[in-house]
């Protein structure tokens, strides 16, 4: 069955230090990865998306993740947090039958001043 | 352009009580989602509408129905709340994925409902 997996449940990072969220997931085939953010109290917001080619995948917000098959990883990065990034971060994976995204748990963020 | 909206934004029941949780978008979405949000537990897919008049299970569909009312609605029903639905519950939609399943274009979230069993 398909998985993902946050294996960070909170991470703190200073302000203008860089930033790598994990993400791992489990599927047979090219998976089709995303990332969403949410605020505190607000809905989800997509930052990027991953389908085939470059491996390397630019979102909003300055934000950029990796695919590697060979890990079976698509982590986040951010070069330099700002404190409004802090917010609560999923990693998710279309399902096989193409009919919704499998959840990681979340990794939330906080941004020390 | 509203998005996606719910109603209520906060909601109280008392075990056995029944609700329906209301979701609406403005963007002309073939598909529609219920999920809901425990702590620790991300999202989890309650039901889906890939397009009008059509709606499937999910990943945790028990003690929920769903009815998708037209293009623009999809509600979710509890019949007899229990303090296990206690949650946060989550609307989103999305545009058919041409060429591709229908997840594959981005999901729009609402704000969610807080939705407390006790």
């Known amino acids: 069955a398909q998985s993902v997996t946050q294996p960070d449940i909170h991470i703190t990072v200073s302000e203008g230090a860089s930033l790598e969220l994990r993400c791992n997931y489990s599927y047979g085939a090219t998976p089709y990865l995303f990332w969403y953010v949410q605020s505190p109290g607000q809905g989800l917001q997509l930052l990027l998306k991953?389908?085939?080619?470059?491996?390397l995948v630019q979102g909003i917000k300055g934000f950029e993740a990796e695919f590697k098959r060979s890990q079976s990883s698509f982590n986040l990065r951010k070069p330099s947090v700002h404190w409004s990034d802090a917010a609560e971060y999923f990693c998710?994976?279309?399902?096989?039958?193409?009919?919704?995204?499998?959840f990681g748990k979340g990794t939330t963020l906080s941004v020390s001043s | 352009n509203a998005g996606v909206t719910q109603t209520p934004k906060f909601q109280v029941l008392k075990t056995g009580q029944s609700m329906t949780l209301q979701c609406a978008q403005d963007?002309?979405?073939?598909?529609m989602y219920w999920y809901r949000q425990d702590p620790g537990m991300g999202l989890r897919l309650i039901y889906y509408?890939?397009?009008?008049?059509?709606?499937d299970k999910g990943e945790v569909p028990n003690g929920y129905n769903v009815s998708r009312l037209n293009k623009r609605e999809f509600s979710l029903r509890l019949e007899s709340a229990a303090p296990s639905q206690t949650s946060v519950y989550f609307c989103?939609?999305?545009?058919?994925?041409?060429?591709?399943?229908?997840?594959?274009?981005?999901?729009?979230f609402g704000p969610g409902t807080r939705l407390t069993v006790l």
């Open positions: 998710a994976v279309g399902n096989q039958a193409g009919t919704a995204l499998i």
């Open positions: 991953y389908f085939s080619g470059d491996t």
């Open positions: 509408s890939a397009s009008e008049g059509t709606t």
């Open positions: 963007m002309n979405h073939n598909s």
């Open positions: 989103a939609s999305s545009e058919a994925w041409s060429g591709g399943p229908f997840w594959g274009n981005e999901q729009f």
